[in-house]
């Protein structure tokens, strides 16, 4: 049956003959539906197949290399074996019988960019609610990993893999303590194949410490503040129950094992970071100083008044997960371009930071415009160019394995034609450890159509 077909079949159930009992009307109905549910979510279906792993040695010589954890280098090569490089250097490159050399005279070398704050691979398409899996139900939900929800076959996959953008961390939403964030690379068959690391982090959605005012806001400040205390202490108890259970646990081995606090001793041991999201000046402060006294590693997610917490975060070495320069002020009196000079106002003060986009999953492809435009407004291009590369594998966790072009890492590069902050930059070939990714997407199949169609070259 096509779309037609069945769009036509489920209109006549849905005018249906008075005559019909209404339970199988109600019947027809529902299954009209799971079949048109059914049908958009094979359209979200990526037809990609996944890279093979790496068989052979491979050289990308005479390109001008850009570790971005040292200077570019002209004329100069990258050898990667098993998914890992092996050598980075300058000049011509003897290779053995057994590798393929690509020719990249006139292109360069990148490391594949990263995504640090994305839903990619949990919302599909936004309005459909089926397509969405981005939060469990419960207030408190540290159990939950966010990769075990990712959707390898989606189709928003590969449009932003096409931008250069390979890696990500997904992070799941709602609650205050939502879960954790799992680092994966956007190329595999399953969840298990694109999974770097499932617990990259907790997420902590941070509450309001002062009410807020707005035409749209109908709650009252006393509400708002009694909800805020109210999430307050939901995050307070979750962290002091998981405390007590781990000193419990560390006395007596046979204690009962609690799964949902047992999740959290990687964060509460400081093994992994606490991504705590908070944007107004006041929640930042208190976010740093809870986590002060909780005796955590800290990241800052959204930050957009972090240039008013520029002290607190230096002394405490706290680094921010910029979300979004593509954006209007918090506040009418804070200048128009705010958001486009926070990266260097932070950059300038010390602050570690790296840019996320805060896009929705459709357009997450648009993160290293973000990162361009924070260096048209006065970021060093090459900070700009870290800010989505290493600086985002360092606040991540992956700095030892991703986010520069080194001798050990993984093999996760592309080759473009220009810097891949600029948007006439075409991303020509990539790597996903080692691993030759195909580049073609829904967006590049319909451009290919409608050229065909109206004879464009």
């Not at 001008?64 to 890992?84: A, K, M, N, Q, W």
């Not at 970021?379 to 160019?385: F, G, I, N």
């Amino acid at each position: 049956m096509n779309d037609r077909t069945r769009l036509a079949a489920t209109r006549r159930l849905c005018e249906g003959e008075r005559s019909r009992p209404t339970t199988r009307r109600t019947s027809a109905l529902l299954a009209a539906s799971a079949a048109l549910c059914t049908l958009q979510a094979a359209h979200s279906q990526s037809t990609q197949i996944p890279g093979e792993p790496q068989d052979k040695p491979i050289a990308v010589v005479n390109a001008t290399i850009h570790p971005v954890s040292s200077e570019p280098i002209e004329r100069g090569y990258v050898v990667f074996r098993d998914g890992l490089i092996t050598e980075v250097g300058a000049g011509a490159y003897a290779a053995a019988a057994d590798t393929t050399v690509i020719d990249a005279a006139g292109k360069h070398v990148y490391p594949g960019l990263i995504s640090a704050d994305t839903t990619l691979g949990l919302s599909e398409i936004q309005a459909v609610r089926a397509t969405n899996d981005m939060s469990e139900t419960g207030a408190v939900t540290p159990e939950v990993r966010a990769v075990i929800a990712v959707n390898p076959d989606s189709a928003l996959i590969p449009v932003t893999r096409a931008n250069g953008i390979l890696t990500a961390l997904v992070v799941p939403q709602g609650g205050a303590i939502s879960g954790y964030a799992s680092t994966i690379r956007l190329d595999g068959w399953t969840t298990e194949e694109l999974t770097i690391a499932d617990r990259a982090g907790l997420a902590v959605r941070w509450p309001n410490v002062r009410p807020r005012t707005a035409w749209w806001i109908e709650e009252s400040e006393e509400e708002q503040l009694r909800r805020s205390k109210e999430n307050l202490d939901r995050i307070d108890r979750a962290f002091e129950e998981a405390a007590a259970y781990a000193r419990a646990r560390a006395a007596d081995p046979t204690f009962p094992i609690d799964l949902r606090l047992e999740s959290m001793l990687p964060a509460m041991e400081r093994q992994v970071p606490v991504f705590i999201h908070a944007g107004d000046a006041a929640q930042i402060r208190s976010a740093i100083a809870w986590a002060n006294r909780m005796n955590l590693r800290l990241v800052i997610v959204g930050g957009a008044d972090a240039d008013q917490c520029l002290d607190l975060l230096k002394t405490h070495d706290v680094p921010v997960i910029v979300v979004g320069t593509h954006r209007m002020p918090t506040r009418r009196d804070l200048p128009h371009d705010q958001p486009f000079t926070l990266p260097l106002t932070l950059h300038e003060a010390g602050v570690r930071f790296c840019i996320a986009s805060g896009e929705e999953p459709a357009h997450e492809r648009s993160l290293p415009y973000h990162a361009a435009k924070s260096a048209a407004y006065g970021l060093p291009v090459d900070v700009a160019l870290r800010s989505v590369t290493l600086s985002a594998a360092e606040i991540i966790g992956a700095g030892h394995i991703l986010g520069s072009l080194e001798a050990g890492k993984n093999a996760t590069l592309i080759i473009t034609d220009g810097n891949p902050l600029e948007i006439t930059t075409h991303v020509l070939a990539a790597y996903i450890d080692g691993a030759a990714v195909d580049l073609d997407n829904k967006q590049k199949a319909l451009d290919r159509k409608y050229r065909h169609r109206y004879g464009q070259p």
